[in-house]
C-alpha cells in the first residue's frame, strides 16, 4: 500500500504544457472544500498574489529580484498577516456560532503556479513557503468551524508569511535580523529605497546567462491559472518529479480530514502598524 503525501504537487494535466513547465500546486490533501469563510478568503487571496509574483520575469532570471517583486512579496506578506490578525479569536473570547443556517461547503480555490523548474533562488524558496503555508491552511481542523479562526491557526500560518518576510528583510535589504523578526516589523519606503544588490552581491551572483524565451504565456494562455481553479475541480496533481499521482486523494470530497490541527503555541501573530 502506497503512503499518501503531503509534499507540494506537480501540476501536470494530460495535454497540457503546465507540467513540462514545471507548474505547483500546493497540497490539499482529500480536503477540497471548507466551512469556514475567513480560511477560504484567506488562501484565496494568498494564492492570486503568489500567481502574481511567480508570473513576473524575475523568476526566470538567477539574479537578485527586482524592487518591483520584493515590493509584491511585501504586500502578499502584509495582506496575510493583516488578514490573520483581523479574524483571529482568542480562545477565551465567545465565537459566533450558527444557530439554524450553517454556509455551504465552499471550495478552495487554487492557483497553479510555476515553481519546480523556477531559476530564482529566493522566489522559488518564498513560493515553496507559501504554497506550504495553503497546504496548511487547506487541511487543518477549523475548516470545519463555520466562522472564527483561532490564535493558534493564526500561528501556524503566520509563522510560514515571517519567515518569508525575515529572509527578505535580512538577506536582501539588509536589514538587522533584530528588527526584522519583530512580529510587527513592516519594512519601510526608505528601506525599500535603499535597496542595491550591487552593493553586498558577488558578480557571479549579478550576472546570468539569458533564459529560455521561447515559451513564455500570455495573460489569455494564463487566464484559467490566474482565475483560481477549484480544488475539487483540479486534475493532473502528481508527485515530483516521478510522476506518479498521490496515493488515495480522493478529490471532491466534502467531509473532514482526520489530520489534526497542529499548533503554533498559541501566541497571536502581530498586525502590523497601522492595520
Known amino acids: ?26 497540497n490539499f ?13 484567506l488562501v484565496d487571496v494568498i494564492g492570486r498574489n503568489l500567481s502574481a509574483v511567480m508570473h ?11 524592487i518591483n517583486t ?26 459566533m456560532e450558527p444557530t439554524h443556517a450553517t454556509p455551504a461547503a465552499e471550495p478552495f480555490m487554487i492557483y497553479p503556479v510555476p515553481f519546480w523548474k523556477a531559476r530564482n533562488k529566493w522566489l522559488r524558496e518564498w513560493c515553496e513557503l507559501v504554497l506550504m503555508l495553503i497546504g496548511e491552511c487547506c487541511q487543518h481542523t477549523e475548516n470545519r468551524l463555520e466562522f472564527e479562526i483561532s490564535l493558534d491557526f ?22 538587522p535580523l533584530a528588527d526584522a ?13 535603499a535597496y542595491n544588490p550591487s552593493k553586498f552581491f558577488t558578480l557571479t551572483e549579478l550576472i546570468d546567462t539569458v533564459p529560455p524565451i521561447g515559451r513564455i504565456p500570455t495573460e489569455d494562455d494564463l487566464r484559467l491559472l490566474t482565475d483560481g481553479i477549484p480544488a475539487n ?41 497601522g492595520v
Open 1 to 26: 500500500m502506497a503512503f499518501r503525501t503531503d509534499q507540494i504537487l506537480w501540476y501536470n494535466p494530460p495535454g497540457s504544457v503546465w507540467g513540462e513547465l514545471g507548474y505547483a500546486s500546493p
Open 29 to 41: 490533501g482529500d480536503d477540497t472544500h471548507t466551512l469556514n469563510g475567513a480560511i477560504a478568503y
Open 56 to 66: 513576473h520575469t524575475d523568476v526566470d532570471l538567477r539574479i537578485p529580484p527586482s
Open 70 to 95: 520584493l515590493q509584491r512579496v511585501h504586500k502578499l506578506v502584509i495582506r496575510g498577516r493583516s488578514i490573520l490578525a483581523s479574524r483571529a479569536v482568542p480562545s477565551n473570547k465567545l465565537r
Open 154 to 175: 493564526s500561528a501556524v500560518c503566520g509563522q510560514y508569511l515571517q519567515r518569508i518576510y525575515v529572509r527578505l528583510a535580512t538577506e536582501l535589504l539588509q536589514i
Open 181 to 193: 523578526e519583530k512580529p510587527d516589523f513592516t519594512i519601510s519606503d526608505a528601506q525599500f529605497a
Open 233 to 273: 475541480l483540479l486534475v493532473g496533481l502528481q508527485e515530483w518529479p516521478i510522476g506518479l499521482s498521490p496515493a488515495e486523494v480522493r478529490l471532491g470530497n466534502t467531509g473532514g480530514s482526520s489530520a489534526g490541527s497542529g499548533t503554533g503555541g498559541g501566541a497571536a501573530f502581530a498586525a502590523p502598524p
